[in-house]
């Protein structure tokens, strides 16, 4: 008899300990802006992403032939560095066939929390391929959204929604976890304009003031769909 497996959320990534069981696939979201930066860099051909989690680890790549370093604190991009952390940087640019090594101000420290598990990254780009992937493997899904500095943010667990919704669809999946159900609320709370209904969130706040809303949108409402999945292999995400 084909059992349904679980889903559940985690709000931030230094609760994601509460949630670790070394069998679960972990699914990272940073929606704004890391993991629709991670989707857009490996669409335009980006081989590999090494996620670290200092800005010297990341420096110690500066200069090296084949790669990108690119870092994010903050929101803001970091003197010295190829890249900020904008899905912009990787559009129409010199990225095929490149490592991009990447440190961020949550999204890679959600990735490093969930390194003992499978590891895979999702936004609104890969959000399909991603269910169709989760529904095909058919394993119980932590939804481990990155916060902001060890506390909630709005749109990771909105998206959480969006994907556990289509899990749900499949009649594969169940869940006993309240933060799952809170997500879905606050998927249905947006009624579908989460760019509105994010106003007064506080990152989208903090990128407006660095007039980065064009990020927003896009990283909201992605006019680009990739069937990519990145999934971590050692200390690198590569294309599953
Ligand atoms: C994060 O790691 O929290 C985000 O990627 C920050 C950002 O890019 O604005």
Not at 6 to 23: E, G, L, M, P, W
Not at 128 to 156: P, Q, R, T, Y
Not at 219 to 239: E, T
């Amino acid at each position: 008899m084909n059992t349904k497996k679980n889903i559940s959320v985690c709000f931030t990534a230094d609760q994601f300990k509460k949630y670790a069981d070394r069998k679960s696939t972990v699914v990272v979201i940073d929606l704004l802006r890391a993991t629709s930066v991670i989707s857009t860099a490996f669409m335009e051909g980006v081989k590999a992403i090494i996620p670290v989690q200092t800005l010297d680890e990341a420096l110690s790549y500066k200069g090296k032939d084949g790669y990108i370093v690119a870092a994010e604190r903050n929101a803001k991009p970091i003197e010295g560095f190829d890249f900020g952390n904008s899905p912009f940087h990787y559009i129409n640019a010199d990225v095929e066939g490149k490592t991009l090594v990447l440190t961020t101000t949550n999204g890679t420290k959600a990735i490093y929390n969930a390194r003992e598990h499978k590891v895979i990254t999702a936004s609104y780009i890969n959000i399909d391929a991603v269910a169709k992937h989760l529904i095909d493997e058919h394993n119980d899904v932590i939804l481990l959204c990155s916060g902001w500095k060890g506390v909630f943010n709005l749109e990771d667990p909105i998206f959480a929604g969006s994907l556990a919704k289509l899990l749900l669809k499949s009649d594969k999946y169940e869940s006993n976890c309240d933060s799952m159900f809170a997500s879905i609320q606050l998927l249905k709370s947006a009624e579908g304009d989460l760019f509105n209904y994010l106003s007064d969130s506080s990152h989208r706040r903090r990128l407006k003031s660095l007039n980065l809303e064009d990020d927003t949108r896009f990283c909201l409402s992605p006019p680009i769909k990739s069937d990519i999945i990145p999934i971590l292999k050692g200390d690198k995400l590569v294309v599953l």
